[in-house]
């Protein structure tokens, strides 16, 4: 049975979150004959870039690549104006999306998932909304994004401010003028870094509050040309199939040289002409960047002499210097003038680990060394990431237990697609999946055509119930833990990778860091040897 938008009734699936996931899972689960409905929160589609609409936001991925792939015309007819798209663009290309496949008929906006609970006797999800209604299907998709439950860090006397105040996660759709305003930006991850030049440019002042210094890579953003638009169209089918190939489902291949292999002037050539072009390529320079501390600092070394060569006070070039972890082993940020921002005379750094954030006054914020008037401040604080926006929803399994229990000590999946206990639940670009590590629609695209083939299998066999092995969700704890434990990255303590930043989150290495084509190729084999590590039941 079909239900339109505004009705109730059992569905085979529901979705929960219209950005990039959810709108392909609409599309490709419908193209099935499924019944299919898509609840948003929102009052309009696009996920995170719908919320994220801060000054500067923009991608980080390079535009004709951070897009779909699943149909050819879609990708031929769309003209990307830049090399990363802001905000606006990647909206206007997720409406395209919703409108090109008449998404919008099975989209109901406005709706928030408030519970979800399994039913085990007729193995049903009943869904609630915040409005009460409660809907009935047989699978529940999760498309609820990596980065979408923002985190605002409880700061004292925050309610007391006079002025306003604001996360980039939940910008207001109009705008904010900064125009002759005190501006303090609390944040510098890859969010600050964004926001910062372009605030800078607005405010009278602008102050950063950094609490852990970052690399950054010049993004080098420019006008996409009519000739490279249509080189790239006419390339397309072998950038998607490295794509998928690849360790983070971009467009190009890790070297496989060590950066220890050639000399200092070899190396450091290859590291300014990566520099100069820009990007996240960057790190792709050599094959051991994220496996050897060695290798690692080479890089870290030629980042860190850059920002001292860009920003012209030693001191405050010192503080912005990364000193408690390596490049990349953080999600490596891309920028256009962010560190050349400190040389307006209207910016001002303070380091935060040096003299830590005590209240917001009335009036501004204090530091344990000094008071810095504000009119406006705005938190560029992250999010809970990837666990907040599913714990977000109170949803309970079998027997009644819910996900907050069960994630008590750290997310526990199989495969970052099911969790045991939750039978019919699937979670695209869950904890345990390469996620966050990856182009996100590239991996997107893997989960959603995994889970729309699961479902068709489990029609086509007269199956109702399926639900992921407590055994084979512990094998594939270890083996993500092994996956890390290889790299470099669970050294970055202070990473969100770990869920550091939010007080009292468990400290658990959440995405799959033995690189996509790995993954892709393991949920294959999985799939082929009838979806072992699953039950699946009449």
């Not at 209604?133 to 999760?142: A, G, H, W």
């Not at 125009?179 to 102050?207: D, F, K, M, N, Y």
């Not at 000739?227 to 360790?247: G, H, L, N, V």
Request: charged share 25%; with cysteine.
């Amino acid at each position: 049975m079909t239900l339109s938008p505004n009705g109730t009734g059992e569905q085979d699936v529901l979705v929960v979150g219209a950005g990039f996931s959810g709108l392909y899972a609409l599309h490709r689960l419908r193209g099935q004959g499924l019944s299919v409905t898509l609840l948003e929160a929102g009052d309009g589609v696009g996920g995170t870039w719908y919320w994220n609409r801060y000054p500067g936001a923009r991608c980080d991925s390079e535009s004709y690549y951070y897009s779909y792939s699943f149909d050819e015309e879609l990708q031929n007819e769309w003209e990307w104006s830049e090399r990363y798209p802001q905000q606006p663009e990647i909206m206007a290309y997720l409406n395209h999306v919703a409108d090109r496949f008449d998404l919008r008929r099975d989209i109901r906006l406005g709706t928030r998932v408030v519970s979800a609970e399994f039913d085990d006797g007729p193995a049903r999800w009943h869904v609630t909304t915040d409005a009460g209604e409660r809907l009935t299907c047989r699978f529940l998709v999760t498309a609820v994004g990596c980065l979408s439950t923002a985190n605002v860090p409880a700061i004292p006397g925050l309610d007391t401010f006079a002025g306003e105040w604001f996360h980039t996660g939940r910008w207001p759709h109009e705008g904010v003028d900064f125009a002759g305003r005190r501006v303090g930006i609390v944040g510098t991850g890859s969010t600050g870094i964004q926001a910062v030049p372009v605030i800078a440019e607005q405010a009278a002042h602008l102050t950063v509050f950094q609490r852990t210094a970052n690399y950054s890579i010049p993004a080098r953003n420019g006008p996409e040309s009519v000739e490279s638009r249509q080189a790239i169209k006419d390339d397309y089918a072998e950038i998607r199939r490295i794509q998928r190939e690849s360790t983070n489902g971009h467009p190009f291949l890790i070297s496989e040289r060590s950066a220890l292999e050639p000399s200092e002037d070899e190396r450091r050539a290859i590291y300014e002409a990566a520099w100069e072009r820009g990007g996240l390529r960057f790190r792709a320079s050599f094959a051991d960047l994220l496996s050897d501390r060695a290798a690692n600092d080479t890089a870290s070394d030629f980042i860190r002499t850059k920002i001292r060569e860009i920003v012209r006070d030693p001191e405050v070039a010192e503080r912005l210097t990364p000193r408690d972890h390596g490049f990349a082993t953080k999600r490596p940020p891309i920028d256009t003038d962010y560190f050349e921002a400190y040389n307006r005379e209207n910016v001002t750094l303070v380091d935060v680990r040096e003299t830590p954030i005590e209240e917001v006054t009335p009036t501004g914020l204090r530091t344990s060394a000094a008071e810095y008037p504000l009119d406006r401040i705005v938190f560029a604080t992250g999010f809970d990431a990837m666990t907040g926006p599913l714990l977000g929803i109170d949803i309970r399994g079998t027997g009644g237990r819910t996900l907050r229990d069960k994630w008590a000590d750290g997310p526990r999946t199989y495969l970052g697609l099911g969790i045991a206990g939750f039978p019919n639940l699937f979670t695209i670009t869950g904890p345990g999946s390469p996620s966050v590590l990856c182009n996100m629609p590239t991996a997107i695209e893997q989960h959603v055509d995994w889970i729309a083939d699961c479902i068709a299998d489990l029609d086509a066999r007269g199956l109702a119930r399926m639900e992921a092995t407590e055994d084979a969700e512990t094998a594939w704890v270890a083996h993500n833990n092994e996956a890390a434990g290889k790299t470099l990255l669970p050294q970055a303590s202070s990473s969100w990778y770990l869920g550091a930043n939010v007080p009292g989150k468990p400290r658990v290495f959440m995405p799959y860091a033995g690189g996509f084509a790995a993954y892709t190729r393991i949920c294959d084999e999985v799939a082929a040897e009838e979806y072992r590590g699953f039950v699946r039941t009449r």
